[in-house]
């Protein structure tokens, strides 16, 4: 199994770090060429949304992505990952892969003294740290959308078909079980090709 | 400030990785820099070469124009402060930015003492020319460094002396055995526990990235390579010909900088890059303040 991470901008290697732990090999996508090896998941670090999102489009890497996507490509998606798999990003007319039915709200909890960390219930795996930075949550969902988990009562990590997307960063932690929970969801999908 | 919020500050410096922050003084600049793909932005007055060229004290920004610039972009705003001056440290506080520069750039305001940054809960990122300033500012509670480099010259000089001279020590504090690190914390003038996890980890506790005299996609792209984590420009885009295409152009070279080919297609029609300063014509060290 090989997995693809996003690494035009933000905390990436934390991913990579945490999923070679679990013994899967993992690839860098910083340009265009790097789409030609074949990889069976996809991860979308935090970092800033804006600069990954307009790097995506003018290192022509985005419509490749796109599509891989919407063919069912197993994706994790954290923090400003999250984001460019939303339709729609409040206050702001652009969208990215606008594959997960969901309005998200970025910079949701205010500027850095916002950043909080917590322990709260995620559904498939149990209690788990959430390291929340200037993150974003999510106003509303679509019917074909799973919440999987809510702080406060607003939604923070979905699951949609083969994505996952998350408000907060599981690569901050010393916990493996999200990371675990992907690579499973990746099994399954090669399992029933 | 509590560990869990020291931890978090930390973090914020993680998402930054792999980024520029840019030098803006306006809320024009700053919408410029954040469509150019900046991470974050550092909001001041003036840019260091201006800063540099007018002499006299400079000081922390006027908050209204701090303002103006978070209100502008939806990125981190970053500001200075002057060594030292923990009012300006607690003012930007208020203001609630992002990440503030305890900054060489400005005129200090303690010749001694820096600001303690533990009592804050806002982050602090802070210069430094070796392992030991480094690690002195991370105990007083910066939550990421950058090097000195030598602001507003356009020349990287500096920033690569600095750099290297970081990695350099970094090794030799791998190298040693256990029993040694105690001579070298004193050595160092820093706590003990600091060149442990600098031994065990051969790197530092924070975030590092690369800042002072950085003009040119080639020159973010040689700091990428010799182990900075992401790049401040700070006088190279707005002292530049064509700043938006200059910024975008950085942007990119920090995210492939290993791929030659790509630099030097970023690297065409630039238009002119910052006048620069050589080291031997610079009247003031500003990385020789705060040690």
């Given amino acids: 199994m090989k997995v693809a991470v996003l690494a035009l901008q933000g905390a990436f290697i934390e991913h990579i770090h945490k999923l070679e732990s679990l013994g899967v090999e993992c690839l860098e996508l910083r340009k265009k060429e790097d789409l030609d ?7 979308l670090p935090g970092g800033e949304s804006t600069v990954q999102g307009k790097l995506l489009k003018e290192l022509d890497m985005f419509d490749i992505l796109k599509e891989k996507i919407e063919h069912g490509l197993p994706v994790l998606a954290t ?4 984001i460019l798999l939303a339709k729609e990003i409040e206050n702001q007319a652009e969208n990215y892969f606008n594959s997960i039915d969901m309005v998200v709200k970025r910079n949701a909890y205010g500027r850095q003294l916002g950043s909080f960390r917590t322990i709260e219930e995620m559904k498939h795996i149990g209690q788990v740290p959430m390291t929340f930075i200037r993150a974003p949550y999510i106003d509303q969902v679509g019917d074909d959308v799973e919440v999987l988990a809510t702080v406060d009562q607003k939604i923070i990590a979905v699951k949609s078909k083969n994505q996952l997307a998350l408000a907060f960063h599981p690569e901050l932690d010393d916990d493996l079980r999200i990371h675990q929970y992907f690579i499973d969801m990746i099994e399954k999908r090669n399992v029933h090709k | 400030m509590t560990n869990k919020r020291y931890d978090l500050n930390k973090q914020l410096a993680q998402m930054l990785k792999g980024g520029v922050i ?33 002499g006299g004290v400079a000081r922390m920004s006027d908050p209204k124009m701090i303002q103006g610039i978070q209100e502008a972009v939806s990125i981190p705003v970053m500001a200075k402060c002057r060594i030292g001056h923990f009012v300006e440290a607690q003012i930007l506080q208020a203001l609630e930015i992002d990440y503030i520069d305890e900054s060489e750039v400005l005129s200090p305001a303690d010749n001694v003492y820096h600001v303690n940054k533990n009592e804050f809960d806002v982050p602090f990122v802070c210069g430094a020319k070796d392992l030991g300033e480094a690690l002195r500012r991370i105990n007083e509670g910066a939550s990421m460094i ?19 001279m970081m990695n350099k020590q970094i090794a030799e504090i791998s190298a040693l055995r256990k029993d040694e690190l105690y001579e070298a914390a004193k050595k160092l003038q820093v706590p003990y526990e600091l060149v442990e996890y600098v031994h065990d980890h051969k790197k530092l506790p924070v975030v590092n ?3 002072g005299g950085v003009a040119t996609p080639a020159d973010a792209a040689l700091m990428m390579q010799l182990g900075a984590e992401g790049v401040f420009v700070g006088s190279g885009i707005f002292k530049s010909g064509n700043p938006k295409k200059r910024a975008e152009a950085i942007v ?5 900088y290993q791929d030659a080919k790509m630099i030097a297609e970023l690297s065409k029609d630039l238009g002119e890059a910052m006048v620069g300063i050589n080291e031997q014509e610079i009247e003031i060290l500003m990385a020789e303040r705060g040690k």
Avoid: S, W, Y
Avoid at chain 2, 39 to 53: G, K, N, Q, S
Avoid at chain 2, 151 to 160: M, N
């Fill in chain 1, 37 to 43: 090896q074949q990889f069976n998941g996809l991860v």
């Fill in chain 2, 209 to 211: 990235f690369a800042a």
């Fill in chain 1, 79 to 82: 923090c400003a990952g999250l």
């Fill in chain 2, 146 to 164: 950058r090097t000195k480099g030598e602001p507003g010259t356009g020349d990287i000089v500096q920033a690569v002396r600095h750099m290297r």
């Fill in chain 2, 22 to 54: 840019m030098d803006v003084t306006t809320p024009e600049q700053a919408r410029i820099a954040e469509e150019a793909g900046a991470c974050a932005v550092m909001a001041l007055e003036r840019i260091p070469a201006d800063i540099r060229a007018a």
């Fill in chain 2, 252 to 256: 990119k070279a920090v995210t492939n």
